[in-house]
């Protein structure tokens, strides 16, 4: 792919998500999206075979990035409550800078229980996957209770945060810089504080 058709591509990708994030998926035609990209209908069939193909890869292309970060989280030699703030942090800033993309891949894919979301629970069931090998390891070294199932809590973890973009996306909660970092800190000890171990527990296994 020569530079160009990579920007094409790209030009296409982003008016898909404009498009997505203010019709809904099921709403729109894919002459909506050549309409908004400024391209000819037939030079977006070129590069994607239909508006499932666009939505499947602005998914694909963003939860690949998603899944990476979660890994480096947890190569870090940091306490389990560093590894979860890296991960909020990745996701909330990722809302404050792309909220029509986060829209799209909440509301349109991981949402959609009966359709996309199905389609993709291996990508979706990995990132809560590897979040729970995190909270596994801290159980291991005492940093987190023994009782709480691992899955279970990284479920929570990412619910919550889930929940927060939520109320963004709904215009329940602030947008402003000073919330988007607050809100790092608060989901991760709303979440961590229910978590972690006693200092005595703590103290035993070291």
């Known amino acids: 792919m020569t530079a160009r058709q990579a920007d094409r591509r790209e030009q ?18 894919v002459s909506d999206i050549a309409d908004e990209a400024g391209v000819a209908h037939g030079l977006l069939y070129h590069y994607f075979s239909s508006k499932d193909e666009l939505l499947d890869t602005i998914f694909l292309e963003r939860w690949t990035v998603m899944l990476e970060v979660i890994r480096a989280a947890d190569a870090e030699p940091v306490p ?9 942090s990745f996701i909330v800033d990722s809302y404050r800078h792309d909220p029509d993309l986060m829209k799209v891949i909440i509301v349109e894919v991981t949402r959609a229980a009966n359709s996309f979301g199905a389609k993709h629970l291996g990508e979706i069931s990995a ?13 291991a070294d005492g940093q987190v209770k023994p009782d709480v199932e691992a899955r279970f809590a990284a ?15 709904f215009g329940l ?11 790092k800190t608060m989901v991760v ?4 504080v229910g978590l972690e171990a006693p200092a005595a527990a ?3 296994v070291g």
């Open 189 to 192: 000890e709303t979440i961590f």
């Open 155 to 169: 479920m929570a973890f990412y619910g919550a945060i889930e929940q927060l973009l939520t109320g963004w996306i």
């Open 173 to 183: 909660l602030p947008r402003d810089d000073d919330y988007y970092e607050q809100a």
């Open 127 to 139: 990132a809560f996957e590897l979040i729970g090998e995190i909270v596994a390891k801290a159980q």
């Open 202 to 204: 703590r103290l035993e």
């Open 12 to 29: 296409i990708l982003s008016a898909a998500v404009r498009v997505f994030a203010k019709r809904g998926f099921h709403a729109c035609r």
């Open 80 to 88: 389990v409550r560093e590894k979860l703030y890296s991960i909020a």
